[in-house]
């Protein structure tokens, strides 16, 4: 794999391999702690300057240090399934000693129709409101100010495949670097091509997984090719552009990550530069914005998250109606959970990706009890938290922690429902802004 210094166009790997370039970005605007982040290959680096604000990493790095600081979650009930455990994040506000927060809830949405019918003036603003309000604001504010550039490391590696590579061979090098994405590139166009990710691998699986003849010999096509049985992810943005028009395309897009593409120059050709995430830019905003201790308001009262037709699964579910489930459904994990509906564990699209790796596609037979035993050891469990806990909390969570996505349950562990960074930033980007002068 070949080097390239940052503002090098970011060229096409060869045939059947994949590229990594080394981008150095010595700018003293842009210099930031490093964490090795397996969504896109960023790995950690020496330490360099501090810059004015606050890096995530750097955060992560003092907060480890604390005595009795552990990066995952505190003590929950023991997982029954194999490979994860159920544990609420220990610095999650403790529920509070009042009734149930849905029924609560659905009181309040009650008596706000009963007012509608009667043509009653609207209730005031609460001074909890308006702090709510002026947390969101300064978010976005903070967002339109700053760039992609800001958020990336000193020092990373990008590993970026040519449309050409073949799919044992591009699965194989993702599993090797630890990352479940990666950026794809046109040799013969020479220009950004899309990005690839876990879910294209997903959906090859199940499309190929219906046709077993052409299945077998799904190792022997090309990522543009197998790919192709669903369109792959072309949005991507440049990196001198606000984050804020970041997150807008993303929530356009309904995708996860995107990649930062600028122009050459001279060439006048695409150069890929690196690849952003929700985490990435929610942990950001979470070292970087103090006003974010200001969203007090519970889960119970926001229009956020998902609790109607919440997909789940058993410990004996096959493992190809849970990817069925995720492709349908469009969503990264689904949670397993007992008779009673009591939470063990999530089963995520990356699990998949263990599943398959080496080519090897006999574990999909397999049921998620005996997939979940193939996790990694230093899988950290899951994150919970209940409808009384706040945005201001969870956003310590993802401060502290490597969260994508938190289990709402109740106060035996029933889950209630599912909150997802993509449902995050949608709310922080969205509500109220029409209010706004």
């Given at each position: 794999m ?40 960023h ?12 890096q ?11 005595p009795?600081?552990q ?37 309040i ?135 804020y ?47 974010t ?8 009262s ?21 990817i ?11 949670p ?18 263990t599943?398959i ?14 997939a ?39 106060e ?26």
């Amino acid at each position: 794999m070949s080097e390239v210094a940052a503002g090098e166009a970011a060229g096409p790997a060869t045939n059947d391999t994949s590229q990594a370039t080394e981008q150095q970005e010595q700018d003293q605007e842009h210099k930031h702690a490093q964490e090795q982040d397996p969504e896109h290959g960023h790995e950690r680096q020496p330490e360099g300057e501090v810059p004015q604000e606050k890096q995530p990493e750097q955060e992560e790095q003092q907060l480890q240090q604390q005595p009795g600081h552990q990066a995952s979650t505190s003590n929950g009930p023991v997982a029954l399934g194999p490979g994860g455990f159920v544990a609420p994040s220990s610095y999650l506000r403790a529920r509070t000693p009042s009734g149930s927060a849905v029924q609560t809830q659905r009181h309040i949405q009650e008596q706000g129709t009963e007012l509608e019918q009667l043509h009653l003036p609207p209730q005031p603003v609460s001074a909890l409101d308006r702090e709510q309000a002026e947390g969101l604001r300064a978010i976005r504010e903070f967002l339109k100010i700053r760039t992609s550039y800001d958020i990336l490391p000193l020092s990373f590696r990008l590993i970026v495949f040519d449309t050409s590579v073949l799919v044992k061979k591009s699965l194989s090098i993702l599993l090797q670097n630890g990352i479940v994405s990666a950026p794809l590139w046109d040799s013969e166009s020479s220009a950004f091509a899309g990005l690839l990710t876990t879910f294209d691998y997903i959906n090859v699986i199940q499309y190929y997984w219906q046709n077993p003849d052409a299945f077998k010999e799904i190792d022997k096509f090309q990522v543009e090719k197998a790919i192709g049985v669903d369109p792959i992810e072309t949005v991507s943005i440049h990196p001198d552009k606000p984050l804020y028009e970041a997150c807008r395309r993303m929530l356009v897009s309904r995708a996860r990550r995107i990649p930062l593409v600028a122009t050459d120059d001279e060439t006048n050709r695409d150069m890929i530069i690196s690849v952003v995430t929700q985490y990435r830019i929610l942990k950001f905003v979470a070292v970087n914005v103090k006003e974010t201790q200001m969203l007090r308001k519970p889960l119970s009262s926001l229009n956020l998250g998902t609790y109607d037709d919440v997909a789940s699964a058993h410990m004996d579910t096959p493992v190809m109606d849970v990817i069925h489930m995720l492709v349908k459904k469009g969503i990264s994990s689904v949670p397993i959970v007992d008779k009673e509906g009591v939470v063990l564990n999530v089963f995520e699209a990356v699990d998949v990706i263990t599943l398959i790796k080496g080519g090897i596609y006999d574990d999909l037979s397999l049921n998620i009890g005996d997939a979940l035993l193939k996790r990694s050891e230093e899988f950290a469990g899951i994150y919970t938290c209940s409808l009384d806990d706040r945005l201001e909390t969870i956003f310590d969570t993802i401060r502290k922690s490597r969260v994508h996505r938190l289990v709402i349950i109740d106060e035996e562990y029933h889950l209630k429902g599912v909150l997802t960074l993509s449902d995050i930033l949608e709310y922080i980007l969205l509500e109220g802004e029409g209010d706004e002068p």
